[in-house]
């Protein structure tokens, strides 16, 4: 048993007379302690599956089992709970808060879990040490996703969920980014899933997850990490 499985999933989005099927019968695993990378073209659903994986949106239909538990079948406050404790979440453009400080973004998302780590520690270990007391908008594109992977991380999350996190950033700092989130999740043991249409960034991932026109077309396993229990 994986700790993620993905279980012929359904997601159709009607607007008006107008139906897409966004996830088409998708099946995937990924491992506990994995990264994972889901490519694919734009529009080809990954977002969706990333949206309800991370507790933000319900399928229409499938089992999307997590350690154990599937989360389909969960009622909102049930998912309100999963979304809070379980998940990490690092979107394209950072998603900050522009009136409070590097340091406060990180503390309010941590309040609200118990076991949540240290916040100035999680920006030291991101390279912010300086940073702490600035405002978003006085940070580089690169600091504020660190900042960002701070906030998810430091809520001490089972999972990482990220989407496109390096699509707003030149090559190199890009680079940088995704060792951050491969370093800090490998650190804490959390398992990532980063959406990107990027083929560059895939050799990094223990698995890669293609996506194309709703369904999943190919799953390659770059490397098989010690399974965790
Ligand atoms: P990707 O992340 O691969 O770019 P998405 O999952 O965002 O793809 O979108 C897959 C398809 O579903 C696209 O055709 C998109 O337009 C459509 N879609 C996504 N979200 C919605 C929504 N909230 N309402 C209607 N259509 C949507
Ligand atoms: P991405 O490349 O990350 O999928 P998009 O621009 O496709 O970014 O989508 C950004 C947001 O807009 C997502 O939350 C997605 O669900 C929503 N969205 C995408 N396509 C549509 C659509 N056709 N109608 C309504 N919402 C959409």
Known sequence: MSYIEVRHNYKKYKTGD?????NNDVSFDVNKGELAIILGASGAGKSTILNILGGMDTNTSGDVIIDGKNIAKYNRRQLTTYRRNDIGFVFQFYNLIQNLTTKENVELASEIVDDALDPIKTLEDVGLKK?????PAELSGGEQQRVAIARAVAKNPKILL???PTGALDYETGKQVLQIIEDMSRKHGATVIIVTHNSSIAPMADRV?????????KIEQNAMPEPVS
């Open 18 to 22: 107008t139906e897409v099927l966004a």
């Open 131 to 135: 940073r702490i007391n600035n405002f």
């Open 162 to 164: 990220c989407d496109e």
């Open 209 to 217: 997850i293609h996506f194309h026109d709703g369904k999943v077309t």
